[in-house]
């Protein structure tokens, strides 16, 4: 009778070890890259390897770290083209980058211009406003969906992007977790539509304590330090912008750093309900071989706008109702526009020497610049 007792006692302690060794060399195993020098290990690597690798994530950035992301502290990992969260009992997450990156360039994407229907093909989506059509709604369906990209945030627009020592110029569409970049010239393989370095883009900005201000603009920031805060990572030095006035407000166009290629569109006027000058923000869709005016005939000494700020003003009739009619034509020059981590954008006109601060709550203030 002890015999077989003692024997069921060692196979139970063999068992008991063999559970307890599991866990340890699950949690061992890692993949190490020499090319970063970075190592991923545990439910990230899990996920990492289950959702795509390489070709999907990139290579890490980082360690991994415990970091706050939107009210939640927990460990993060970055990669080349995502940030990875583990939150425990709920899994792998990945982090809305998308939604992140265009905060910070001061384009949050609640102000991002909206179709007002689905073209015939394309999908829409009530959450945010926006569209899928053609190669990236083949994409975002074909490779994880709502999960993997979150909802659309943007319409597909045509930007300049940093290439390895060059730029890239192409079509590319913001979700909430990622960007897609649209190859025409992959056109029928795997690589037509690619996926932003979101990542590397975003890690810089969110380590760096401040960035550096723009030149002449060292003063601004420190006389409004509530409101700025510290300069943030994307300024342009000596952007082309264009001004003109009009009867209730301005319109402003300039190149933002990352953004459409063609540029951004601020529309300026005082809002009687709140007693302040107010702003608006649109992306400039005219382009080069399209009608340059509408052909209206403008009261005595009043002026139509034309080109970019034509196309606005004709096809947006709260702009036209708002603005009225141009008083002068409009006026090229160049500037300095910066983004700050306090939310603010500072736009400094070098002809006159004169600052649009803009806030975050669509409040624009027209100061002399602080020397």
């Known amino acids: 009778m002890k015999r077989p ?21 699950a949690q061992t195993r890692q993949r190490c890259f020499g090319e970063t020098g970075y190592c991923i290990s545990g439910p990230i690597l899990s996920y990492w390897e289950r959702n795509g690798g390489l070709p999907v994530f990139g290579y890490p950035i980082t360690p991994l770290r415990t970091e706050t992301v939107e009210g939640w502290s927990g460990p993060v990992q970055w990669f080349e083209r995502d940030r990875l969260e583990d939150h425990g009992r709920s899994g792998v997450l990945a982090g809305r980058l998308g939604a992140q990156l265009l905060d910070l360039q001061g384009r949050p994407w609640q102000g991002l211009e909206r179709p007002p229907a689905a073209q015939r093909g394309c999908r829409l989506f009530p959450e945010t406003g926006h569209t899928l059509c053609g190669a990236f709604l083949n994409y975002w369906r074909d490779n994880g969906g709502l999960e993997r990209f979150g909802y659309p945030i943007s319409e597909p627009t045509e930007e300049t992007l940093a290439n390895g020592d060059g730029t890239w110029t192409g079509t590319v569409q913001y979700f909430e977790r ?29 380590t760096d304590l401040c960035a550096a201000p723009a030149p002449g603009l060292a003063a601004t920031a420190r006389a409004y ?64 071989g399209e009608p340059v005016s ?45 983004f ?9 006109r070098f002809t006159p020497d004169r600052l649009y601060i803009f806030r975050p709550n669509n409040i624009a203030e027209d100061v002399p610049r602080v020397q």
């Open 340 to 348: 700050f981590r306090g939310g603010g954008i500072v736009l400094h």
């Open 5 to 25: 007792l003692a024997i069921i006692l060692l196979a139970l302690l063999a068992l008991a070890a063999a559970l307890g060794a599991a866990p340890a060399g």
């Open 178 to 206: 990622r960007r897609l970049e649209w190859h025409p010239e992959n056109a029928g393989t795997r690589y037509e539509v690619l996926l932003g370095l979101l990542g590397r883009e975003i890690l810089p900005a969110v």
């Open 294 to 338: 509408g052909g209206e005939t403008p009261p005595p000494g009043l002026i139509a706008p034309v080109r970019g700020f034509g196309k606005l003003w004709r096809e947006n009739q709260r702009v036209r109702d708002t603005l009225g009619w141009a008083v002068e034509p409009e006026q090229p020059g160049f500037g300095t526009q910066q």
């Open 225 to 288: 330090p509530e409101l700025l805060g510290c300069p943030g990572p994307f300024p342009q030095i000596s952007a082309p912008i264009a001004t003109q006035r009009f009867e209730r407000g301005s319109l402003v166009w300039v190149r933002p750093p990352s953004g459409p290629s063609y540029g951004t569109i601020w529309v300026l006027y005082y809002d009687n309900a709140r007693g302040t000058l107010a702003y608006e923000m649109y992306g400039d869709t005219w382009q080069e």
